[in-house]
C-alpha cells in the first residue's frame, strides 16, 4: 500500500473518498465542518437523521454531494470527545480503512490526523494512521490456490495535515510508520507460514536475505559450531528432529564504537513439547512458537530502512522440539555453554533451554543491553491476557526504557517481579537447576532460570506468549512486538 501525506482541504481535493470523523452527540471535527459548510449542510443532514451515532469505530459511506468534488464522503465515529484517546483513534483509522476497501475506491483522504490523542504529535498521529492501515490491510494468503481478488484494489492512502508547520513531522512520522510495519509484516508473513516450511534452514535462508538487501554481517552457526561452543542445552532440544538447528546472529551497524543492544528472539519452529507431548488441540498454533525470531527479522528490517544510528546484534537460535529416541526425556541432565547444568523436568519447557547458550554467547559482543524476545510460557496469557507483553528484568533503567517505548507505540508491557525468593522453585537434587518451577508463578520462574545467565550485562525478557498471535477466527501472526523493540532502539538512537 502507498502512503503520502498532502497539505489539503477536503472541500477543494479531488478523491475517490474523503474520509472525515465525527465524535459522539454529531460534533463534526473540524475537517468534517469544511466539508459540511461546503456540501450545503449534507453531513448535518444525516447525523440528524440519526445515520451516524458517532459511536467509536462506526462509519457511514455517503454518496457525493453538490458542492463537493470528492467521489464519497466517509464518516468515521470518535466516540466521546473527552474520552477520545489513542486506542480510540487506532480505532478510527481501522475502520476507516476497512471501510474504504469494501467500497472498492483505489485511493483515500484521510482527514483524522488532525484529530488530537492525548495531545500527541504530528509524527506520532502519522505513524499510527500507517501501522493500523497496514495491519488493516494485511492478508495471508499465499498457500491458497485460490485468491478472492476485489474487481479493484485500495492502493493509496493520503494523510492530510491541516498546518504547513506539521510537514517534517508527518514525512517522518510516515517513514517509521512504513518501516515498522513493514518490519511487522515480514514477522506476521514468518509466523503464519507452516512449520514444514518455515524450517529453521528457512530462517537462516531468510536472515541471509535481509542481509543482502540491507548490507547486514550475518554469520549462521551449524550444528558442528554449536558442539565445539559447548551449547549442550541448546543442542539437547534439536536431538528429537531430523531438522538441523542453527543458530543466525546478524549484524547491523549504525553508529562507530558504541557498544550494541543485542535482541535474541526464540526460534523454535514447531513445538510438539517433546516427550512431554503437548494435546492435540490447537497443536497447530505452535508453529508461532518462532515469533520470538520473527520479531527480531522483522525490527532488524526496519531499523536497517530508518537508519538509526546505534549497533544492533540479533541473535536467532532455531530448531524444532520434536519426540523421536534421541529426544530429552524428563530427569535427562544436561550441560549449557556456561558450564552450568541442567535438570529437564518437562521438555515442554524447551525454550529457555535453547535461549539460555544464547545468552551466554551473547556475552562475547560486551553488550550495552540484551533483550530477549520469547512465546515462553502459557502462564503469561493467563497473567496478562493477549493485550499486554510480560517483562522482567534485572535493572530498573532497562525496564523503564520498554516500558516506555510500549506507552508511545501502542505496543505495551508490563513488568513482573524477578526476586531471588523465586530462584528457589529451581532447585534440583541433581544438578545445578531445574528447568522448570512448578504451575505457580510460571512466567517469573522462567525468567528466573535465563537470569542465571545474564550475570554480565543488563538483560530484560519479553513473554509474548499472549501478544505474538491471536487465536479463532482472526487466526495469525500480530507482528508484536516490533513496533515497541523499534521505539525501544530509536529511543536509544536519538539519545
Excluded at 482541504?9 to 469544511?34: D, H, I, M, Y
Excluded at 527479522?297 to 544492533?312: F, K, P, R, S
Aim: glycine residues 10%.
Amino acid at each position: 500500500m502507498e502512503f503520502s501525506i498532502k497539505r489539503s482541504n477536503p472541500e477543494k481535493q479531488l478523491s475517490a473518498c474523503a474520509v472525515v470523523g465525527v465524535f459522539e452527540a454529531g460534533k463534526l471535527t473540524s475537517a468534517a465542518k469544511r466539508l459540511d459548510q461546503a456540501t450545503g449542510g449534507y453531513l448535518t443532514q444525516a447525523l440528524t437523521r440519526g445515520d451516524m451515532p458517532g459511536k467509536s469505530g462506526s462509519t457511514l459511506l455517503l454518496p457525493a454531494a453538490p458542492g463537493a468534488i470528492c467521489e464519497r464522503i466517509l464518516l468515521v465515529g470518535l466516540g466521546k470527545e473527552k474520552e477520545f484517546g489513542d486506542k480510540a483513534y487506532r480505532d478510527a483509522v481501522r475502520a476507516a480503512v476497512k471501510a474504504v476497501k469494501a467500497t472498492g475506491a483505489r485511493e483515500a483522504v484521510l482527514y483524522l490526523t488532525d484529530v488530537s490523542s492525548k495531545k500527541r504529535a504530528a509524527a506520532w498521529r502519522a505513524e499510527q494512521a500507517v501501522m493500523t492501515a497496514m495491519e488493516a490491510m494485511y492478508s495471508f494468503d499465499r498457500l491458497k490456490s485460490t485468491h478472492d481478488q476485489p474487481a479493484t484494489a485500495f492502493e493509496k492512502l493520503v494523510l492530510a495535515y491541516d498546518k504547513a508547520a506539521d510537514k517534517a513531522a508527518m514525512e517522518a512520522g510516515t517513514a517509521r510508520g512504513m518501516a515498522i510495519a513493514q518490519g511487522m509484516n515480514l514477522a506476521r508473513d514468518l509466523g503464519n507460514l507452516p512449520g514444514n516450511i518455515c524450517t529453521p534452514t528457512y530462517l537462516a535462508e531468510q536472515a541471509h536475505a535481509l542481509a543482502e538487501t540491507y548490507a547486514l554481517g550475518i554469520d549462521v552457526l551449524e550444528q558442528d559450531a554449536m558442539e565445539s561452543l559447548g551449547m549442550g542445552s541448546l543442542l539437547s532440544v534439536a536431538k528429537g528432529s531430523d531438522q538441523p538447528p542453527k543458530f543466525i546472529v546478524l549484524n547491523y551497524h549504525g553508529a562507530k564504537k558504541e557498544k550494541p543492544v543485542v535482541l535474541v528472539g526464540k526460534g523454535i519452529t514447531f513445538d510438539s513439547g517433546g516427550i512431554s507431548l503437548k494435546p492435540a488441540a490447537e497443536m497447530d498454533e505452535m508453529k508461532y512458537d518462532m515469533c520470538g525470531a520473527a520479531s527480531v527479522l522483522g525490527t532488524m528490517q526496519a531499523i536497517a530502512q530508518l537508519g538509526l544510528q546505534l549497533n544492533v546484534v540479533g541473535i536467532i537460535p532455531t530448531c524444532e522440539n520434536l519426540p523421536n529416541g534421541r529426544a530429552n526425556k524428563p530427569g535427562d541432565i544436561v550441560t549449557s555453554m556456561s558450564g552450568q547444568t541442567i535438570e529437564v523436568l518437562n521438555t515442554d519447557a524447551e525454550g529457555r533451554l535453547i535461549l539460555c547458550d544464547a545468552l551466554t554467547y551473547a556475552e562475547r559482543f560486551e553488550p550495552a543491553a540484551v533483550v530477549d524476545i520469547a512465546t515462553l510460557t502459557g502462564a503469561c496469557v493467563i497473567a496478562l491476557g493477549h493485550v499486554a507483553t510480560g517483562l522482567l528484568a534485572n535493572k530498573q533503567a532497562l525496564a523503564n526504557e520498554l516500558l516506555d517505548a510500549g506507552e508511545v507505540s501502542g505496543d505495551r508491557c508490563w513488568q513482573m517481579p524477578l526476586w531471588d525468593e523465586y530462584q528457589e522453585l529451581l532447585k534440583s537434587n541433581f544438578a545445578d537447576m531445574a528447568n522448570i518451577g512448578g504451575r505457580a508463578g510460571g512466567t517469573i520462574t522462567a525468567a528466573a532460570f535465563l537470569s542465571r545467565f545474564t550475570k554480565k550485562y543488563d538483560w530484560a525478557h519479553l513473554d509474548i506468549a499472549g501478544t505474538a498471535w491471536k487465536s479463532g477466527k482472526e487466526k495469525g501472526g500480530t507482528g508484536r512486538p516490533v513496533p515497541l523493540l523499534v521505539h525501544f532502539l530509536a529511543a536509544r538512537s536519538e539519545k
